[in-house]
């Protein structure tokens, strides 16, 4: 295990700053205006929902009770109306009204996802301590007179965890979730599958979790080779995957998982190696960071294995979008394989290399088949088959190549989103990703949309995604610590666009009562 980072902020409860600015909200809604005067909720306070609005009832209550102790109960006549009006217009799939005056507050939206999206400002808007996760009596339960209407600018708001490098168990999980909906981030991207380790169960390979979930030990720190001697292992159950989807629709945010092919997997070579180009060969978990040269074989026995590997992940993820990686593969392997050469010959490919193509090409009609789309990490933007969304992460301009070749692009500089990088140059950082910094000002200035895209161009930009590869980061508290708070200068980005950083700094400096009620780990 890792130290905690030293500077971590996990603040003792009665640390709580009492009373940041009420509309120091993260992200920044599209509009509002804060009047005079409050609502205050009693004891006796009740909610009047309207038909189809019981999910965000249950919400507004799940979050409130443990600090507030409301109970919000059902009432025809009740002050606090939870209102879906599918007429209402102009405010998308996601958006909300809010007005709160002296004696009511009317939470309207045009479907669930927009009140869930406005419960969230309204647990904002109360004091801080009403985020946290044990009684605070005494605190007046009060929200500021407010007319809000919030939009958000785009609709794909993602973080990425990578628990294969690092397995985290599902309270985590859950409570991660718990911080994206805070911010109004909607994708978790669940990297499930590595060459580090496989952490989702599949009931035709049960090897890939009893052998591909766990590694002899674990390189730490990124300056060579010291390793902890320690075995590192963890696998879901499908219960838990199931649970963990549960809790997150409930909180509007979809699980996209991962699947990482033809590359990045080793984890799944050392469980099946007959699935590999050398079947002769044994192979470990790897315990190395970096890109691993064993990567899938061509043969139609891998396709069959991949195919009844996302059959099961279709069961358990209701997501639209899955993610099948195709991220750094190098294909020496291929170079060197009869039967790669073979597949090259039969299916007329210009070489080996090609082969890359051909087989995100045939898993991704795969998928398409089942109803789903495909997504793959872009290299150059212009690499992946026609159909896939694509994750642009090395250039900041292969966001815009991608979206010129017609993919929908989730744009993940990884100047601006990885946030396996630390976040200053200075000497008290924890060790991170070599190589650079990526400070709260680089995500907060980065804008998603390209200046250069086109209309028609910018409209294939569907969002942003922050990204946390955890070969550095083995525990919670080191997970928060990157993570916050430059989650909320991208949730800032991609809900409301380009803000001045001095708004935003000024925001976050409120908000940053709202995460020290939460616990979370933040950096300073
Ligand atoms: C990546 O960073 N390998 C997508």
Redesign the pocket.
Known sequence: MSPPPRSATTLPETAVTPSPPRTALVPRPAKARFKAGHFTFGTDTRLRVTAGAEPAAELLRTLLAPATGLRLPPAADGPVVLALDTALTGLGSEGYGLTIGPRSVLLRARTVTGLLRGVQTLRQLLPAQALAATPRPGVPWTLPCADITDVPRLPWRGAMLDVARHFQPLPYLLRYVDLLALHKINVFHLHLTDDQGWRMPVSAYPKLTEIGGHRRRTIRGPSGDHHDGTPHGGAYTRAELGRLVAHAAARGVTVMPEIEMPG?SRAALAAYPHLGNRPERALDVWTRWG?CDTILGVHEEVLDFCRTVLEEVMDVFPSQHLHI?G??CPTTEWERSPAAAGRVRSEGLAGPAALHGWFLTRVGAFLSRQGRRPVA?A?TGTELPPGFTA?A??DPEHALHAARHGHDVIN?Y?RAT?LDYPQSPGPDEPPGQPGGVVGLRDVHGHDPVPAAASPQTAARILGTQA?L?TEYAATPARIEYLTYPRLCALADAGWTGPTPWADFSSRLAGHTARLDALRVARHP
């Open positions: 990045h890109v990686g991220d750094e990490w290299e994750m992460w090395r993940s990884h990885y990204h590869w």
